[in-house]
C-alpha cells in the first residue's frame, strides 16, 4: 500500500507528514461558509414599494396553528404549484408573501398566474390541449373547465384510492388544488365586485336596523322587512365565507377560537361590532389596490404593533418563523453537505490532513446549523423533534452526523465525513420531498398528542433508524472502495469492521428500547401492548435484524464481509420499517400512509441487493485485495463465513 494511505490510517498519536500541504485551508474553507451563513441572517427588505415582508408576517390560524402568512403562501404554493417561487405572466419573479398578497387583496390579477401544474396528458386532453412546452396554467384558463374537474374528480373518488389509475389521481388533485387556491381567495373577500371597505360599510348601515327588525320578528311587532331581508343576504354570504375560507386572520387570547373573516362578520350580528383587524384588512385591500404603497405600509405597520401589544409570545415565535422561512437552514445544510463530501473523498486523493480537517471542521459547522434548524422547529411546535415523516428524515440525518463526527474524531480517515455528507445529504433531500403535502409543522393527531412518549418511544426508535443506516452505509464504503479502488489496506477494514460493529451494537439498543416504550404507549393508547400492527412489527424486524447480525458475529458464523453484507440488509429492513410500512395504508398507524414515493422506495431496496451481491463477489476481484499473496493471507479474515 502506499505510504500516504497507512499515513492517513494511523492513530492519532502517530507523527504524520504534511510536508507541501497548505496549513490555512482548513480555516479558510470554514471562514468562507461561516461568512455565507452570517450573511443570511438579515432578512433583506422588500424589493418592492409595498411592505411586502411585513405582509408576510402577520399571523393567521390555519389548519390548527397559527403561522405567518408567508408560510401560507410556501405551502399552497408548494402543494399547487410544485415549488415556493413564482412569476406573474410578465416573467418578473414574485415571492411567496407577494403572490398570496396579490391573491387575496386582487384576486382577479392573480387568476392570470400560472399556477396550477398539470402532467398527465389525459387530463389536459379533457380541455383539448396537448402538452407540449407549457405544464402550468392559470385559473383563467382553467375557468371554463371546472365543471368537468369536478364531474371527473367526482368519479375518481368513487374509486378505491389505492386502485385510481394515473389519470383518476391526476385529476382528483387537480380539483382539490383548485379547491385549495379558491378557499385561500375567499378568505379576506366577500364579493370581489367591491372592495372589503365599501362591503363593510355596506354592512354596517345595515346591521343596526336588521337586527332591531329581527329582534321586533321575533316578539311578534311590525317590523322592517327590507332591513330584515338585507340582514338575511349578508348572514348567507357571510355564512358561506365561514364555512369556506382557508385563513382566520381575526386574533383570540386563545389561539384554538381565532375568526375567518365569515365568522367574525357573523358574530358582528349580535353585538353590532366590526373587528378591527377585519377593518385593518379592509384598509389594506383598499390602499394596496388604489396603489397607495406608504399608506398601505402604514396600515400593516400598525395592525403590527397592535398585534405585537396584545399577543407578543405569539408574534415573537411569528416573527422568528418568518425569519426561519428565509434563512432555509436545511437548504443551506444541503449544500455543506456537498460540500464535505467533496473535501473528504477529494482527501483521499491529495493533501488527506488539510483536507481532511476542512472535511471535519465544516462538517461540525453544518452540524451546528442542522442543529439550529431543529431546535428552532421544536421552539415553534413546542414539541420533541420528531412528530412526522418530515421532521423524522430531518432527525434520521442529524443522529447519523453526530455518530459520525464522533467516528471521525477517534478514526481520522474521513470515512466519518463522507458518510455523515451522505446520509445528511439524502435524508434531507427526502424531507424536502417530503414537505410538497403541506405544512411540516402540522398539527398532531390525537394519537400522537403527547410530548412524553414523542420524546422517549418516537425519538429512541428513530435513533434506531439512523444508527441502523449508518451502520449500512460505513458498509457501503467497505465494499465500494474494496471493490473498485485500491485504498482499503487492512488498517482501513480493520476500523470499518469496529465502526459498523459498533453502531449495529448501538442501534440494537435503542431500536429495542424504542420499541418496548411503544408497546407501552400502545398499552396506554389502545389498551394492548402489542398487536401486530405494520408498524409494530417493522420495528421489531429492525430489532431482529440487528440482533442476527451481532448473534452472527459473536457465533463466528460471518467475519468481516458477512457483516458488511448483512449491515447493507439492514438499509432494506430500516426503509421498509420507515416508509414502506405507510404504503400498505392499513393498521392503527394507517395515519401515515403515503403512496408517492413507493417507486423510489423499491428502487433503494434492489440496489441495495445489488451492493450486497457485489460485496459478496470474489476477493480476487476486488481491486484492494488483487494481488494473490495479500489475498491469501487476509481471506481467514475478509471471507464472508
Given amino acids: 500500500m502506499k505510504s500516504t494511505t497507512l499515513e492517513r490510517n494511523s492513530p492519532p498519536s502517530a507523527p504524520v ?98 399556477l396550477f401544474l398539470i402532467n398527465n396528458p389525459d387530463v389536459l386532453g379533457l380541455f383539448g390541449w396537448k402538452q407540449e412546452h407549457e405544464k402550468y396554467f392559470s385559473l383563467a384558463q382553467l375557468q371554463p373547465h371546472l365543471e368537468i374537474i369536478q364531474k371527473q374528480a367526482e368519479q375518481a373518488d368513487g374509486v378505491d384510492e389505492k386502485l385510481r389509475n394515473p389519470f383518476q389521481k391526476e385529476v382528483g388533485k387537480l380539483r382539490d388544488h383548485v379547491l385549495l387556491y379558491n378557499r385561500l381567495k375567499s378568505s379576506i373577500h366577500g364579493v370581489e365586485t367591491m372592495t372589503l371597505t365599501d362591503e363593510l360599510d355596506a354592512y354596517r348601515a345595515v346591521i343596526q336596523p336588521g337586527i332591531a327588525a329581527a329582534k321586533a320578528s321575533q316578539a311578534g311587532q311590525a317590523f322592517d322587512e327590507k332591513a330584515l331581508a338585507s340582514l ?8 358561506f365565507i365561514a364555512h369556506v375560507a382557508y385563513l382566520s386572520p381575526v386574533p383570540r387570547a386563545d389561539w384554538q377560537q381565532w375568526k375567518n373573516i365569515g365568522q367574525s362578520l357573523l358574530e358582528a350580528m349580535r353585538d353590532g361590532r366590526l373587528d378591527p383587524a377585519i377593518v385593518a384588512y379592509a384598509e389594506m385591500e383598499m390602499t394596496y389596490r388604489k396603489g397607495d404603497a406608504p399608506a398601505f405600509n402604514q396600515v400593516v405597520s400598525a395592525f403590527h404593533q397592535k398585534l405585537r401589544a396584545d399577543y407578543p409570545q405569539l408574534t415573537r415565535k411569528i416573527d422568528f418563523e418568518f425569519f426561519l422561512n428565509h434563512f432555509e437552514p436545511f437548504y443551506k445544510a444541503i449544500v455543506l453537505y456537498v460540500t464535505v463530501f467533496i473535501l473528504a473523498f477529494v482527501s483521499w486523493l491529495k493533501w488527506p490532513q488539510a483536507l481532511g480537517k476542512a472535511a471535519l471542521w465544516l462538517l461540525i459547522l453544518t452540524f451546528v446549523l442542522h442543529t439550529f434548524g431543529l431546535g428552532a422547529r421544536m421552539w415553534l411546535q413546542g414539541r420533541p423533534p420528531v412528530t412526522n415523516l418530515y421532521s423524522s428524515a430531518i432527525f434520521v440525518g442529524w443522529g447519523a452526523c453526530l455518530l459520525c463526527i464522533v467516528l471521525e474524531r477517534i478514526f481520522r480517515n474521513g470515512i466519518g465525513s463522507i458518510t455523515a455528507a451522505t446520509m445528511g445529504f439524502l435524508t434531507l433531500i427526502i424531507a424536502h420531498h417530503l414537505a410538497g403535502d403541506g405544512d411540516t409543522m402540522e398539527m398532531l393527531r390525537a394519537v400522537l398528542d403527547t410530548n412524553i412518549w414523542l420524546a422517549t418511544h418516537v425519538v429512541c426508535v428513530t435513533i434506531g433508524y439512523s444508527a441502523t443506516f449508518l451502520a449500512g452505509f460505513l458498509a457501503l ?165
Avoid at 338575511?232 to 355564512?239: A, C, I, L
Avoid at 401486530?532 to 463466528?556: M, S, Y
Wanted: charged residues 20%; positive net charge; hydrophobic residues 50%.
Fill in 477 to 641: 464504503v467497505f465494499i465500494l472502495r474494496g471493490l473498485f479502488s485500491a485504498s482499503l489496506d487492512t488498517a482501513t477494514a480493520k476500523s470499518l469492521n469496529r465502526m459498523v460493529y459498533g453502531i449495529v451494537c448501538f442501534a440494537m439498543l435503542f431500536s429495542f428500547v424504542g420499541t418496548i416504550l411503544g408497546g407501552i404507549w400502545a398499552d396506554q393508547s389502545w389498551g394492548r401492548f402489542w398487536g401486530f400492527d405494520p408498524k409494530e412489527n417493522g420495528a421489531l424486524l429492525i430489532v431482529l435484524w440487528n440482533a442476527t447480525i451481532l448473534h452472527a458475529r459473536w457465533g463466528g458464523f460471518i467475519r468481516e464481509r458477512g457483516l458488511m453484507c448483512m449491515a447493507v440488509f439492514g438499509n432494506i429492513v430500516t426503509s421498509f420499517s420507515w416508509f414502506g410500512v405507510n404504503m400498505l395504508g392499513i393498521g392503527l398507524h394507517s395515519y401515515g400512509f403515503m403512496e408517492k414515493a413507493t417507486w423510489w422506495l423499491g428502487a433503494f431496496m434492489v440496489s441495495q441487493l445489488v451492493f450486497i451481491a457485489l460485496g459478496l463477489l470474489p476477493l480476487r476481484l476486488w481491486r484492494s485485495f488483487g494481488k494473490t499473496e495479500e489475498r491469501e493471507s487476509l481471506r481467514p479474515r475478509l471471507n464472508p463465513a
Fill in 232 to 239: 338575511g343576504d349578508f348572514f348567507k354570504r357571510y355564512d
Fill in 17 to 114: 507528514s504534511a510536508r507541501g500541504e497548505p496549513r490555512w485551508l482548513a480555516a479558510v474553507i470554514v471562514a468562507i461558509f461561516a461568512v455565507w451563513l452570517l450573511a443570511d441572517l438579515r432578512v433583506p427588505p422588500s424589493k418592492e414599494s409595498y411592505d411586502t415582508n411585513a405582509f408576510g408576517r402577520l399571523p393567521v390560524l390555519v389548519a390548527g396553528r397559527v403561522k405567518p402568512m408567508d408560510t401560507v403562501a410556501r405551502n399552497a404554493l408548494m402543494i399547487i404549484h410544485g415549488k415556493q417561487s413564482i412569476s406573474d405572466p410578465s416573467g418578473h419573479a414574485l415571492t411567496p408573501s407577494q403572490f398570496l398578497l396579490e391573491l387575496l387583496l386582487r384576486p382577479g390579477k392573480a387568476d392570470q398566474y400560472k
